[in-house]
C-alpha cells in the first residue's frame, strides 16, 4: 500500500521560511519522479514542482520558482520542499504527491502564512 506522511507545516510570518519533509512507502521511491501539489482555502489543487528520480532535475511552477527549492534522499525514501520568501498567497494544505495531478498524495501538512 502506498503511504505518503508530510510534516513541517506550521504558523510562519511573511518572509519566513518553512521546510517540509514526507516520508514514502509502498512503492520503489527512487525510481519515480515525485510532486509537491498545494491547495488554498476555497481554490483547487495546485503543482508546486516535481524532481527527478535521482533529484538532478526539477521543476516549478511560476508562482514559487525562485522561492521554493525540493530535494530528496532516495536512500531514506524522504521528500523535502523548501520553503522561503514566504506570502501570504502560499497559505495552504501541501501535499507530496506521486503524479502532477496529486491524485496519489498523502494527508498534507498545514502552512500558514500571516504576521
Known amino acids: 500500500e502506498i503511504h505518503l506522511a508530510e510534516s513541517g507545516g506550521g504558523l510562519v510570518q511573511p518572509g519566513g521560511s518553512l521546510n517540509l519533509s514526507c516520508v514514502a512507502s509502498g512503492f520503489p521511491f527512487r525510481v519515480d519522479w515525485m510532486n509537491w501539489v498545494r491547495q488554498a482555502p476555497g481554490k483547487e489543487l495546485e503543482w508546486v514542482g516535481e524532481i527527478s528520480s535521482e533529484g538532478g532535475i526539477t521543476y516549478y511552477s511560476d508562482s514559487v520558482k525562485g522561492r521554493f527549492t525540493i530535494t530528496r534522499d532516495n536512500a531514506k525514501s524522504m521528500l523535502f520542499l523548501q520553503l522561503n520568501s514566504l506570502m501570504p498567497e502560499d497559505t495552504a494544505m501541501y501535499y507530496c504527491?506521486?503524479?502532477?495531478?496529486?491524485?496519489?498524495r498523502g494527508q498534507g501538512t498545514q502552512v500558514t502564512v500571516s504576521s
Open positions: 504527491a506521486k503524479d502532477k495531478r496529486g491524485q496519489i
